[in-house]
């Protein structure tokens, strides 16, 4: 599993860090060739039973990177909350 966590840094003071986000991606797939990954989207950190988004990624194992299923979770993220803007 892997955690990534979005801070803002008041005046770039890293003692008083603000937490924005957390995204939480598990393999769901175990070791398949072509995996599966659970991402739980939380923009209330306080809180990780309140889910923002909840997706799905298939990646194959060995043709992308962990920067590049990252950048296409934030993508899909992003594309996401844009609908729901728009309905």
């Known amino acids: 599993m892997m955690r990534v966590t979005v801070e803002i840094w008041p005046g770039g003071n890293s003692l ?3 937490q924005l986000a957390v995204i939480n991606i598990a393999n769901a797939s175990r070791l398949a060739t072509v995996s599966d990954y659970a991402v739980d989207v939380n923009l209330n950190p306080g809180r990780y039973d309140e889910v923002y988004k909840r997706l799905t990624i298939t990646k194959h194992r060995r043709s992308l ?3 590049v299923l990252i950048e296409r979770i934030v993508r899909q ?3 996401l909350t844009r609908l729901e803007e728009t309905e």
């Open 16 to 18: 008083r860090p603000r």
């Open 77 to 79: 993220v992003k594309e």
């Open 65 to 67: 990177g962990w920067a």
